[in-house]
């Protein structure tokens, strides 16, 4: 019988948002594709793990962190500093303890990197997936602390054996400004439209956030700097001036005191609603009227996909990377400059008045858009990329 091909799949936490979601449908895609799949996090959320395949083995390395860490250790070292010590020398025992063929590094390409180069044999195929546009996912307030990390991106790139893009923007960046080879470069879009996204977009909601009497607006996302709610907000509060609708924000993250003081600040409270985090998002995204974010930057979000696929029109701001792609130029939804609160406001009651033009490019998406999104699309590539390593 032939030996079934080892896959493992590399990513920091194991919990709630777009990244992981995309590891969770590679990993299972591979697993119906009859590879031999483990997963390998350092932190883990029940809810995601119970979404992979029986088959499948969640490495956790949480517990056995909290194992090797003696008083002496922690007195020796500061708390972050010995966690990352330690995830790095726990994963280099699970790599020569599992010898995968291939090993897929979802985040931190670079740790992966200098791990797998200190496995002098039995070296994997190190495959490094680049989530977000690299150069403008970098960040420092220390230019020193930014120009090491862009070199050493760079040497993770030149030491992996294939690089994949989640889109063609992020393809362009690591080529033009991080030298990575285009010839071991290639876009692999997310497997983001599933049976999975489909079944669950049935569940009930169990919120009064939408109203039946107005425009129902959805915003999923993380509460951060990259997401810009701040430009939703402003752009909304234009649009109540002049039309009647209610938004709906679901995500969780830093900057989630700031927004809602911002609400505040803009009167916004009857108008808004912050759901945090929710398990399953597709009922909200499937129910309202509009789906639309604003974003700074994105690797390719997947957000914009699922509303797609469920029927939901989508205003984005043309940000990099992935909204133009997803969006077909404009032609499958509306795109506004980054951070114009004011084009965004008018692009909203655009659609509000303007229901045609919401089913043109609903439909143009759907036709054209979405199958390149799907898991066969995506189990097609995974299997050329893995068959070009052997």
Sequence with gaps: MKRRTKIALYIPALETGGIERSLVNTANLLSESNYSVIVITSKFSDVVSTKLKDDIEVIDLQSDEQKASTPLLKWLFQDRSLKAINTIWMTRNVIRSYQPDVIIAFQSGTICALILN??????????LRESNTPSLALRSKYFVILRIKKILKKWAYKNADQLIAISEGVARDMIENFSASPL???????????????????????????RPDTTNFVAVGRLVYQKDHGTLLRAFREVVNRRSAHLTII????????????????????????????????????????????????????????????????ISTDCPSGPREILLDGEAGILTPVGDHSALAEAM??????????????????????????????????????????
């Design 118 to 127: 200190s496995l002098r044999t039995s070296r994997p195929k190190f495959v």
């Design 184 to 210: 071991k470069t290639r876009v692999i879009y997310n497997p983001t439209v599933n049976a999975e996204l489909f079944a669950k977009k049935v569940d009930s909601l169990d919120d009064k956030s939408y």
């Design 251 to 314: 995500g969780d993250g830093e900057d989630r005191a700031r927004l809602e003081k911002l609400v505040i600040d803009l009167e916004l409270g009857p108008y808004t609603t912050f759901l945090g985090a929710v398990k399953n998002a597709y009922p909200h995204i499937k129910t309202a009227d509009i789906f639309v974010l604003s974003p700074r930057y994105e690797g390719l979000g997947n957000v914009f996909i699922e509303a797609l696929a469920l029927g939901t029109p989508v």
């Design 349 to 390: 009651m655009v659609y509000i008045d303007d229901e045609e033009l919401r089913n043109k490019h609903l439909k143009f998406g759907l036709l054209n858009s979405i199958p390149r999104f799907t898991s066969e699309a995506a189990r097609q590539s995974f299997d050329d990329l893995l068959v070009s390593l052997r």
